[in-house]
Nanobody
Framework: QVQLVESGGGLVQAGGSLRLSCAAS????????MAWFRQAPGKERAFAAA????????YYADSVKGRFTISRDNAKNTVYLQMNSLKPEDTAVYYC???????????????WGQGTQVTVSA
C-alpha cells in the first residue's frame, strides 16, 4: 500500500512557474513508476508526465513537453513536477499516481493522491 500526498499548487500568472511535490508513504516507493495526471474543469483526467522507478526514463504529454519536468528522489520518497512557462490552459487539479510500470495509461496506476489545484491567470 502506498499513500500519496501532493503539495505545491496555487495561483500563478501566465509565464510563471510552480513546483509540485508528491510525498509517498508506505513500502517500496522506489519500485513504483510515478506519474502526474491533471483534470481541467469540465474535462476528463489526462496524462501529463511519468517517470520510471529508477528515474532514467521520462515521458510527457505533447502539451507540456519542453515546459514541464518530472523528477524523483527515492531517498526522500518524493516525486516532483517542475512547471515552467505556465499557460491558462494548464489550470487543473494535478494528481500524483503510482503504478507497477511506467505508462501514459491511467489504468496502469493503482495508487492516487487527493490532488492539488493549479490555477494560471491570464
Amino acid at each position: 500500500q502506498v499513500q500519496l500526498v501532493e503539495s505545491g499548487g496555487g495561483l500563478v500568472q501566465a509565464g510563471g512557474s510552480l513546483r509540485l511535490s508528491c510525498a509517498a508513504s508506505g513500502r517500496a516507493f522506489s519500485t513504483y513508476a510515478m506519474a502526474w495526471f491533471r483534470q481541467a474543469p469540465g474535462k476528463e483526467r489526462a496524462f501529463a508526465a511519468a517517470i520510471s522507478w529508477s528515474g532514467s526514463n521520462t515521458y510527457y504529454a505533447d502539451s507540456v513537453k519542453g515546459r514541464f519536468t518530472i523528477s524523483r528522489d527515492n531517498a526522500k520518497n518524493t516525486v516532483y513536477l517542475q512547471m515552467n512557462s505556465l499557460k491558462p490552459e494548464d489550470t487543473a487539479v494535478y494528481y500524483c499516481a503510482a503504478g507497477s510500470g511506467v505508462s501514459r495509461a491511467e489504468g496502469n496506476y493503482h495508487y492516487w493522491g487527493q490532488g492539488t489545484q493549479v490555477t494560471v491567470s491570464a
